[in-house]
């Protein structure tokens, strides 16, 4: 596992982000790499951090969203004199690592030339977190997450079909932006080479996001959008104190029937899934007013004891009382401080920063990957080899990020229960793959391409035995398993360590390995209602909305970690570590300075459409050809500017504390609305930008199939007639193959067979 050029010891971080629109992700970052045991020096403007101010204030003055971001970090604050750059130039000659946030223009402008450091400091490891990435037309453009879910495409799925499309709560473009830099910043320095450039855009992790509207357009020519909350076969409906999602598969009916209990969901017509779809204006209203009299989280445990994978709607306050949050010590106990709410990394990594390369580990299989590296070069994951366990979406995305850059992954499957996602298809699409073969799924292509495939029985002792051998040769094992289900097939961790005790075991589980709920199922609707994000995101509080089936954001952002957290383990040499991650966590802990509010104040955040502290109009706005745009301003100059561009004076700022929804942002957005009726998308957005107001068009999967920028930056890859979800950053030393076709189902057995018969004996 280990290569030349692992740095060990802690990290030197500097980190320079202003705290507000995409800076927020590289603040998010630098949290990460402090959480993880580095020394991380924030660099602010003189006068500090704009986000200091913003929002809801704790006892010692400062935002609490900034407290959640900044904990364990040293700050220095530039003043405005000739010392400033100094400083800077010192800090920077230290540092393994630079986090910026900034443009190139406005690096230039604070002394900081991306291309000059790089050739001055060829270590030094810079990742770039901005709205546009740094090589676009709009790379100097003020951006924040919304602008970027926007121009991304995936507030195209966020919402109600009859009403405006929506950011997500929170910030998650710029926390996603976050996880993904962690990522790119591990396998940057995983490379004999090290240092080098990530390039993060806000608007391509938010389109990475979005896969399945890709694929959907490009396999179905249908353009994917947001959905009607009264249909579908998972819903969110009332219960007596909140929401509910009832979200089942099929063969799980009659365990519905047994919930709910009532004579009118037993007609034996029901259990035929084809009716039920064509009758579901007669039984949904049962289950509506079932739920409507019952609290929702009674409904939850009820549900789980019957193996549903329900959801309750947790909301902020929800999450502060968690006994499960609190068992796990994703809550501390201290009540005020925004920093009390633990990022998602595991105690194993927080407690061993600083390991590096003193045991050999090896040898390896002599098995390459299916995907040769472009022109030649040496992939940075080279030589590591890892057992995937995952399925669908989470464990196997993950493993899908590791094979893109080098790592030779072996996905295990039942040969009579394999992947569910080799049998989906895209949503619209009129063919099914019933009867097609195992290997259908263009879905099942995107988080498996690039990989070899074992059928192998883990029930029986060949199968087990087979696997054990495997994992004795292997660096990384991935699960996504319901907790206990890997010890019943013999993969557990304390099993698979006694085998191999360097392993780094990556559990990708709902809730975590421990607690009261870690045995309960879900998927990533089930998680979007746990971890509080469907409480955050809506048009008001009436109605949570939730990321759908369609994007199943949780699952997205969690292999991403994983990925992030696996990698972190190779690079830094880290061995024989359990990864326990909780996707709810992960979610969770984007929107910690809420849970910070609710603990400091009481007050429980709800949602507010796309209104954000400090920003307005802060929104997306219909045109007159049935298209959107987006507008945020985060200045008195853009919305000066705005106001003219739109005709009308602008004639005062509200005073400090107004809140969201004053008289003037409602008055401002009013006129905006106005305008942009009477004009198509296009003109809009270009007498907008022209003005300098920070604007872009929201995007469908079709504008991001024809629009430059995403096939530039390879957020999907297109070849022949195959497209498949591509890549969420972009490296300045290596730009990754577009991988091999996902495997058939056991292709890749004999080969596997071979290479163990092969292999020399292990040496612990």
């Not at 995936?154 to 919402?159: K, S």
């Not at 008055?667 to 107001?693: I, K, P, Q």
Request: hydrophobic share 40%; aromatic share 6%.
């Amino acid at each position: 596992m280990s290569r030349a050029g692992a740095r060990s010891g802690p990290l030197r971080v500097v980190e320079i982000a202003n705290g507000t629109g995409h800076g927020i992700g590289a603040a998010a970052l630098g949290r990460y790499f402090a959480v993880l045991g580095h020394h991380v020096v924030k660099v602010e403007p003189p006068g500090g951090d704009p986000l200091r101010g913003i929002g809801v204030l704790g006892a010692d003055g400062v935002g609490l969203t900034f407290t959640a971001l900044n904990e364990g970090k040293s700050q220095v604050v530039l003043e405005a004199d000739q010392a400033g750059p100094q400083v800077l130039d010192g800090l920077l000659e230290g540092a393994d690592v630079l986090i910026s946030d900034l443009g190139p223009a406005a690096a230039t402008a604070a002394g900081i030339d991306y291309a000059e450091l790089r050739d001055r400091r060829p270590d030094l490891l810079v990742v770039a977190i901005t709205s546009y990435g740094i090589d676009s037309a709009l790379a100097d453009e003020a951006g924040d997450s919304l602008l970027a879910e926007c121009y991304g495409g995936l507030a195209t799925m966020i919402g109600h079909h009859d009403r405006r499309p929506l950011a997500l709560g929170g910030e998650q473009a710029a926390h996603a932006a976050a996880v993904a830099g962690l990522l790119g910043a591990m396998i940057s320095l995983r490379d004999a080479a090290g240092g080098g450039l990530v390039d993060v855009a806000l608007c391509d992790v938010a389109a990475y996001m979005d896969w399945k509207a890709d694929i959907g357009f490009a396999t179905t020519g249908l353009v994917a959008g947001r959905g009607d909350p009264r249909s579908g076969r998972w819903r969110m409906v009332r219960a007596a104190d909140g929401w509910i999602g009832v979200i089942y598969q099929p063969e799980q009916w009659d365990a519905v029937v047994d919930l709910v209990g009532e004579p009118d969901l037993r007609d034996p017509r029901l259990r035929d899934e084809g009716f039920r779809a064509r009758h579901e204006h007669e039984w949904w209203p049962v289950i509506e007013r079932w739920a409507g009299v019952r609290p929702k989280e009674e409904i939850y445990r009820r549900a789980q004891a019957r193996a549903l994978p329900f959801g309750f709607c947790a909301d902020i306050a929800d999450l502060a009382r968690s006994a499960q949050l609190r068992v796990r010590g994703f809550l501390q106990p201290d009540q005020t401080s925004a920093g009390s709410v633990l990022p998602p990394v595991t105690a194993a990594l927080r407690s061993a920063p600083g390991v590096g390369g003193a045991r050999p580990v090896g040898p390896h299989l002599f098995l390459d990957p299916p995907t040769e590296p472009a022109d030649g070069r040496v992939a940075p994951l080279t030589g590591v080899v890892v057992l995937d366990f995952g399925t669908i979406t989470a464990g196997a995305a993950a493993s899908r990020l590791l094979a893109d850059y080098g790592a030779t992954v072996i996905k295990v499957e039942s040969p009579s229960r394999p992947d569910p996602f080799r049998r989906w298809t895209p949503p619209g699409s009129a063919v099914s793959v019933a009867g097609q073969g195992a290997d259908a799924s263009p879905m099942f292509d995107s988080n498996n391409a690039g990989k070899l495939s074992l059928s192998m029985d883990l029930t029986s002792p060949s199968g087990r035995a087979l696997v054990h051998e495997l994992a004795r040769h292997t660096d990384v094992v991935i699960e996504n398993f319901r907790v206990g289900v890997p010890e019943k097939l013999g993969i557990g961790r304390a099993e698979l360590a006694e085998i191999n005790p360097d392993l780094v075991y990556v559990s990708l589980s709902s809730q975590g390995q421990q607690g009261p709920e870690s045995r309960f199922r879900s998927y990533g609707s089930t998680l979007d209602l746990l971890s509080g994000l469907a409480s955050v995101t809506g048009y008001d509080e009436r109605s949570p909305v939730w990321s759908s089936a369609e994007v199943n954001y949780p699952d997205q952002i969690a292999a991403m970690l994983g990925a992030a957290l696996a990698v972190y383990a190779v690079a830094r040499d880290i061995r024989g570590v359990h990864l326990d991650i909780s996707q709810r966590e992960v979610v969770a802990w984007t929107i910690a300075d809420r849970i910070a509010e609710f603990r400091s104040t009481g007050e429980v955040a709800r949602p507010e459409g796309n209104r954000r502290p400090g920003r307005f109009p802060h929104d997306t706005f219909a045109t007159r050809d049935g298209r959107w745009i987006a507008v945020s301003c985060d200045t008195p100059d853009q919305r000066r500017r705005l106001a003219e561009a739109v005709g009308v004076p602008w004639l005062r700022e509200p005073e400090p504390g107004a809140g969201s929804g004053h008289a003037g942002e409602l008055w401002l957005a009013g006129r905006v609305a106005g305008w942009a009726r009477r004009r198509g998308a296009s003109d809009a957005v270009r007498a907008l930008r022209d003005a300098e107001v920070p604007c872009v068009p929201v995007s469908t999967a079709s504008d991001r199939a024809g629009d430059p920028h995403f096939a530039r930056r390879r957020v999907f890859v297109s070849e022949d007639r195959r497209r498949i979800k591509g890549f969420p950053f972009v490296l300045s030393r290596y730009v990754p193959p577009t991988p091999a076709p996902a495997p058939e189902l056991g292709r890749d057995n004999e080969a596997i067979v071979r290479s163990l018969e092969h292999a020399p004996a292990r040496h612990d």
